[in-house]
């Protein structure tokens, strides 16, 4: 009992800290430096808590088992926490032959960053589309383009900075703080 204890013990430490590590990665990568360094000391903290208890109990297969077990789990959990969290925006580039300007027209409403570009397509004249919005409304978004027209041509990316233009804001805190 005690060894399969242990063994789960590591395996809770490691799918906190590799999942902590999985989204201070991607903090670091979107030039979150304060949160990604705070992320960084917890992270390490949980990792040097599980590594000694590895180490005490190295010759335990289930220790080790519970090891790259929670590596693993630890890596969805991450994955899975930053698309929850879904922070920063994206820019998503719409390719509409036939519905461009309702396209256009319904992302307006829905209050979202959008420009249209002509360009020439295979079969001739299109109006191309940038749409800046925020990432939690990608789905969103994607849906909707989706259900004026189905045929569309749709490519979303992250944005890593940008600067001037209409960018949609976060809601507005309801409460001031001293």
Not at 36 to 52: F, Q, R, T
Request: hydrophobic share 50%.
């Amino acid at each position: 009992m005690h060894a399969f204890l242990v063994a789960l013990a590591i395996f809770c430490m490691r799918i906190i800290d590799v999942s902590i590590g999985t989204v201070r990665v991607i903090y670091t990568i979107r030039g979150r430096r304060l949160l990604a360094a705070s992320l960084g000391v917890v992270e390490s903290g949980v990792w040097i808590l599980a590594i000694s208890r590895a180490m005490k109990y190295v010759d335990s297969p289930s220790s080790m088992l519970g090891w790259a077990f929670g590596f693993g789990a630890g890596t969805f959990t991450g994955i899975t926490l930053e698309k929850w969290i879904a922070s920063g925006e994206i820019l998503m580039r719409v390719i509409s032959p036939d519905h461009a300007w309702r396209l256009r027209n319904e992302l307006l409403e829905r209050g979202v960053g959008v420009t249209a570009v002509p360009g020439e397509g295979r079969d001739g004249n299109v109006l191309i589309l940038f749409v800046v919005a925020p990432r939690k409304r990608g789905k969103e978004l994607l849906a909707l383009v989706q259900q004026i027209d189905s045929e569309a041509f749709i490519t979303v990316d992250p944005i890593s900075h940008a600067v001037g233009g209409y960018m949609p804001l976060p809601a507005q805190a309801t409460s001031m703080r001293k």
